[in-house]
């Protein structure tokens, strides 16, 4: 069991790094160039006079010291209150809901490409260290961290789209089909909840080239995290003992080796949850992905200063909570941790 004590120490500086992280954020986005009012009048049309930005300001509290709009907004959140889009209208937890399943079906399967390629590629290359297996990881595993994801996502699109027709357009399903029943809001599940089989194959043509640049940008990572876990661990007197004993190589490697290197494997899905998030706005925006990362690209040019804090609030309390969930794991796997 895991003592409550370290559950509840976790907790608390989880809710430190949250509170961190709104008033980074916010003063951050008040050192952006530029004038929200100002990018406000220029969608609404309105002539930007002294009255009417006077106006703008006191309807949106811009006219109020840092620190009270800051005070101002903790009070709000702690009610639940995320504010209203400047841009929209819409309060900010419907925009949230409205775009956070789509990157969040993007991300899960970006994660689940990455360990798919990564950790086997990782064990591969420690088991058959400096064979041809071995080089070949690691020159795919550098060409995935040096290569930045903007320009493979445009190169896979010209060819893979433009060039050879492959994968479909943007959008999450086809434009000839209707969305499904929003039962969880993840397409690929919600088809096949109702049955619709070729709306699920039309969402996989649509989610895969997507979702495997994103992955890829992170299972050169992942894989060379696993070879140094690995070969750390093959070099152990247990390995040494357990093969003595006459023991098979996959017992070997499935029973002692691998169940022992997990917990730095874990550590850095954990911390690459972080980054498929990140790399999403990058993403979304390239292949026109309807997810909170091009809400997120539209709402910083528009200076849409509550929508901005949303998505960094929400991004953040995945991050953490997937961190928490990583130490949690850690801690049931090997007890000396809680300690």
Do not use: C
């Not at 390629?117 to 595993?141: F, M, Q």
């Not at 789209?161 to 039962?183: C, E, H």
């Amino acid at each position: 069991m895991i003592p409550t004590r370290f559950i509840l120490r976790r907790l608390v500086l989880q809710i430190g790094v949250l509170i961190g992280l709104t008033a980074l954020t916010f003063l951050l986005m008040f050192k952006l160039p530029g004038d929200p009012t100002a990018a406000l009048l220029a969608i609404t049309g309105f002539t930007p006079n002294p009255q009417t930005i006077a106006r703008f300001k006191a309807r949106w509290g811009f006219d109020k010291p840092l620190y009270e709009q800051y005070l101002l907004y903790l009070g709000n959140l702690a009610r639940g209150d995320l504010g209203e889009s400047l841009v929209t209208k819409r309060p900010i937890s419907q925009e949230l809901m409205t775009y956070f399943p789509a990157t969040a079906e993007l991300a899960l399967a970006a994660a689940l490409i990455a360990a798919i390629g990564g950790i086997p590629a990782g064990v591969a290359s420690a088991v058959r260290r400096n064979s041809i297996v071995d080089h070949l990881v690691r020159v795919v595993s550098l060409f995935g961290v040096s290569m930045p994801i903007f320009w493979l996502s445009i190169l896979a699109l010209y060819v893979f789209y433009y060039k050879l027709g492959w994968v479909p357009s943007s959008q999450r399903i086809a434009l000839t089909m209707s969305p499904p029943p929003p039962v969880t809001r993840l397409y690929l599940i919600d088809t096949l909840l109702a049955g619709d089989f070729k709306g699920f194959v039309s969402v996989v043509q649509h989610l895969f080239l997507p979702a495997f640049m994103l992955g890829f940008s992170v299972v050169g990572l992942l894989a060379r995290i696993t070879r140094a876990s690995m070969l750390e661990v093959l070099g152990q007197d247990y390995i040494r003992t357990a093969r003595a004993k006459g023991l098979k190589e996959s017992a070997v490697l499935y029973h002692h080796a691998i169940k022992n290197a997990m917990i730095p494997i874990i550590t850095a899905m954990g911390l690459l949850i972080g980054s498929l998030l990140a790399g999403a706005v990058l993403t979304e925006t390239i292949f026109a992905w309807p997810g909170l990362g091009r809400f997120a690209v539209q709402s910083i040019f528009y200076l849409d200063r509550p929508a901005v804090m949303g998505v960094t609030l929400l991004i953040g309390v995945i991050y953490s909570l997937v961190n928490l969930g990583v130490d949690l794991v850690i801690a049931y796997l090997d007890p000396r941790i809680r300690y």
